[in-house]
């Protein structure tokens, strides 16, 4: 039987880590950087069954033999087509990416890659989400954006940069398939379909990033959560939402008193409800009517890009 990872005990979580030196910005996000594993623990046989590897990124799970056991395998409940850019691949060009995807699993708080870092892998989300961070020399942070089934994360591998100043942290755990940053340059080169989804797709993260600059310059914190609230719904198909009201004012860079009156309101009103860091929205068209334009100027350019069944 494969083992359980087992983590060391000093891996930094808002939870168990006081250090005055502890960076703010990593403390509040609960972020956990895989290469602090408790090794120790391990044996090398281990090791390479462990889902976070010794090179501190998430180890695929593919083919986890517990995953076989509940056939819960790449042609179970875990697809590349529960991406939607892999989803909107020709049929022969997605067979063709499938045999480099991985399947990996990501914790809340897993650090993909930190700001300046070179990205080594893509990940393509089925049921996470994932926040582009901005980290401020007071340890503040804001969100630039968020990607989800949508989309990927590693624009900076095909658009030449390798690297961006801004981290990406998991905000809500789930599943992604993880590409080799070689590999989706040499595929983005070779197939044009999955060149051109990924350009546009590249847009449509413009258009969220600069809308996220406007919105959050002109518009109330309400329809600001509002915003952030749908995004994630459509995201993740659920009406629930695993998130610390903490975790939401750090993602819109705002303070948690804030959140907490804005989300006091929506909740008063009866249209989400909100225990123990669950956010439930109860009453979806009740929250559309409270949100501001930016997201439907999003969501129009999504379809537009990126239509489904493309």
């Not at 980290?135 to 990607?147: K, N, P, Q, W």
């Not at 809500?172 to 070689?182: F, W």
């Not at 590999?183 to 993260?205: A, C, M, T």
């Not at 004012?249 to 804030?258: I, N, P, Q, S, T």
Request: net charge neutral; hydrophobic share 40%.
């Amino acid at each position: 039987m494969t083992p359980n990872l087992s983590i060391d005990k000093s891996v930094t979580t808002a939870e168990n880590n006081t250090d005055d030196n502890l960076h703010p910005a990593i403390a509040a996000q609960r972020v956990i950087v895989p290469n602090q594993v408790n090794q120790a623990s391990l044996n090398p046989a281990d090791l390479n069954q462990a889902n976070i590897n010794q090179q501190g990124l998430p180890q695929p799970i593919l083919h986890h033999p517990i995953l076989h056991h509940l056939g819960l395998h790449q042609h179970g409940l875990h697809q590349p087509s529960q991406n939607h850019i892999l989803a909107a691949l020709p049929t022969a060009d997605l067979a063709n990416l499938s045999q480099y995807l991985q399947l990996v699993e990501l914790p809340v708080g897993t650090m993909l890659y930190e700001p300046g870092q070179e990205s080594r892998y893509a990940y393509f989300p089925t049921s996470c989400l994932i926040s582009l961070q901005h980290m401020l020399e007071s340890g503040r942070t804001a969100e630039t954006a968020s990607v989800g089934n949508d989309g990927l994360v590693g624009v900076a591998l095909f658009m030449g940069g390798n690297s961006t100043p801004s981290a990406a942290v998991v905000q809500i755990s789930g599943y992604a398939y993880q590409l080799e940053g070689y590999v989706l340059k040499q595929e983005f080169k070779r197939l044009i379909p999955l060149q051109q989804l990924l350009l546009r797709y590249s847009q449509v993260l413009l258009t969220q990033i600069s809308l996220t600059a406007v919105c959050n310059r002109h518009h109330s914190l309400q329809q600001q959560l509002c915003r952030w609230l749908l995004l994630t719904l459509d995201r993740l198909n659920t009406n629930e939402i695993t998130m610390t009201q903490e975790l939401v004012a750090g993602m819109l860079g705002v303070r948690r008193e804030g959140i907490t009156e804005a989300a006091g309101h929506l909740q008063r009103e009866g249209l989400i409800s909100y225990r123990r860091g669950h956010i439930t929205v109860i009453n979806r068209k009740g929250i559309e009517t409270h949100v501001c334009e930016c997201y439907g100027v999003l969501k129009k350019e999504l379809l537009r890009l990126l239509p489904e069944g493309t």
